[in-house]
């Protein structure tokens, strides 16, 4: 469904950053941290070097074509809200690509409407990444 609220966005500025860093590392792909490393930080892996499982829910794209993963249970929390990754200057964890060039991707959010809310229920649940590794949802659009 085409009217469907993404549940992800980024800023334009952390457009740029993805962009840097698909230049220079190739595809990518981002994980919404649980609260280990840095807080709940989304944290950017070249694709396929984090590995998603039954346990990881797909919110979405960047980018155009990288998937933001997030898991399950901190899915529970913010299945009602839209996020949206930006960047700021500052050092974050030391495993997210960004990590080194003296920026950090964070998240910013709001909640959704209630029919924002009653179209993403009625859409059914997100995928999930054992769907993903049975073949049944690719790791781009």
Not at 34 to 44: I, K, T, V
Not at 78 to 107: K, N, Y
């Amino acid at each position: 469904m085409s009217n469907l609220p993404p549940r992800v966005l980024n800023t334009p500025e952390a457009g740029e950053w993805i962009s840097r860093l698909k230049a220079r590392h190739g595809a990518l792909m981002f994980h919404q941290s649980g609260g280990c490393c840095d807080g709940s930080a989304p944290m950017c892996f070249v694709a396929g070097e984090f590995r998603v499982g039954g346990q990881d829910v797909l919110l979405g794209h960047v980018a155009e074509d990288s998937p933001v993963w997030i898991g399950a249970a901190q899915f529970e929390y913010w299945r009602h809200t839209q996020v949206t990754i930006d960047v700021v200057p500052g050092r974050g964890a030391g495993m997210s690509l960004e990590a080194p060039e003296g920026v950090r991707f964070i998240v910013r959010s709001r909640v959704f409407t209630d029919e924002e809310s009653a179209a993403l229920e009625a859409a059914g649940e997100p995928v999930r990444g054992d769907a993903a590794l049975l073949g049944e949802a690719a790791g781009s659009p």
